[in-house]
């Protein structure tokens, strides 16, 4: 009795071992499943991270000035983003790279991707990248829209000068920068104009031709509704009000005055060509020509000050654009004597006050948003994590 008792305490000893065994074998199979889980998680992390790093390296790129020229070409913008990617080292343990970039107006859409090398584990961020204004906008002058000709000033006495930092004349495009720019240099001119010269990102309405068209429009608006007798009311070209008494002045047709020159404050839209004979603008406030021609013939001793903006919105189809392919701006400014005009954000608060509440003119044009070197920065919107 007592050899078989023996024998069934082995026989349980050797169970109780397999179970052992067998939980201890599950310990370890449970422990390494998780070492793999969480290996497999901080590479995951790690992908996010790398993603992450592709967008703030595509961001940084698309707001450096030296590449504005580039916004809206989608193979050389990527391409020029993701080899800073290989010049920043980032693929010795995950590598970033931008897989798709589309441009919509002042939108970017960025999906970048992150890659573990050793494991192939990747995960994307897709982002809305929005532009920022560029750091001028509103200048003395403006040009918005494509130019075909510049001719510079003859006088060392005729000068546009810029205020709050901001430049004396701001175009939209870099091909108009350099047109302007290489005719003042080869007339030895850039004294006249106080604040350089700079391409910038104009803000709305400013920025957009289909806006800017309403802005136009709600000018227009107002304008055909004032009674004859509203002392708000401007008559182009010799009753566009005072500095005391500004008025709203709306012209359809080409204008061109010669003597005396243009005076007046408020705003004065012309619909049509500008042609002075005479005396520069002695004009405060906003000032808008919508026609394919500026020319300035004198100069005289008029000082003017607020904001002059050159811009031809309009539409092709569905399309609107600022004077692309049919419009071309033709500046032929050879004044002299001691003309100035200078950028002024109080004259043109002053010239904003005149806008009814009821009008769409008003809403589009925030002062604040387009002041003389008054920038917006840029910003990343709607982000998504994705799988590649």
Request: aromatic share 8%; glycine share 14%.
């Amino acid at each position: 009795m007592l050899s078989k008792q023996q024998g069934a305490v082995l026989a349980i000893g050797l169970i109780f071992l397999l179970i052992i065994t067998l939980i201890g074998v599950a310990g370890a199979g449970h422990s390494l499943l998780g070492e793999r889980m969480a290996s497999n998680n901080k590479q995951i992390s790690e992908a996010f991270m790398a993603a992450e790093t592709g967008l703030v390296n595509a961001v940084a790129w698309l707001d450096n000035p030296a590449n504005a020229a580039n916004w809206g070409q989608v193979s050389a913008s990527q391409a020029a983003i993701n080899a800073t990617a290989i010049s920043s080292g980032s693929g010795n343990k995950a590598r970033w790279q931008i897989k798709s970039l589309a441009f919509n107006g002042k939108e970017a859409t960025i999906e970048s991707c992150g890659t573990i090398n050793s494991s192939g584990v990747s995960r994307c961020i897709l982002s809305t990248y929005i532009k920022g204004s560029g750091g001028g906008n509103l200048a003395a002058m403006n040009i918005i829209g494509n130019i075909g000709t510049f001719n510079v000033a003859k006088s060392n006495q005729f000068k546009l000068i810029g205020g709050d930092d901001g430049p004396a004349l701001a175009t939209n495009t870099e091909a108009n920068k350099v047109k302007i720019t290489t005719a003042i240099e080869a007339s030895n001119r850039m004294g006249n104009y106080v604040g350089g010269i700079k391409q910038v990102e104009f803000d709305d309405p400013f920025g957009d031709p289909k806006k800017m068209n309403e802005f136009i429009e709600g000018i227009k608006e107002q304008w055909n509704a004032m009674l004859p007798t509203d002392p708000k009311k401007g008559n182009a070209p010799n009753n566009m009000g005072t500095p005391d008494s500004p008025r709203i002045t709306y012209y359809e047709g080409n204008l061109a005055v010669s003597g005396a020159g243009p005076k007046g404050a408020g705003i004065l839209v012309i619909k049509g060509n500008l042609e002075i004979n005479g005396n520069f603008l002695d004009y405060d406030g906003l000032i808008i020509v919508t026609g394919q021609s500026f020319i300035l013939k004198g100069g005289g001793q008029q000082d003017g000050k607020g904001a002059i903006v050159f811009a031809n919105p309009i539409q092709i189809g569905d399309t609107w654009a600022f004077g692309q392919t049919v419009a071309d701006f033709k500046f032929d400014i050879s004044g002299g004597g001691n003309a100035s005009f200078t950028y002024d954000k109080q004259a043109l608060i002053n010239a904003r006050a005149l806008l009814g509440d009821k009008y769409k003119a008003k809403e589009l044009w925030q002062i604040d948003a387009s002041a003389s070197g008054g920038a917006t920065t840029s910003k990343v919107s709607n982000w998504k994590a994705t799988t590649q």
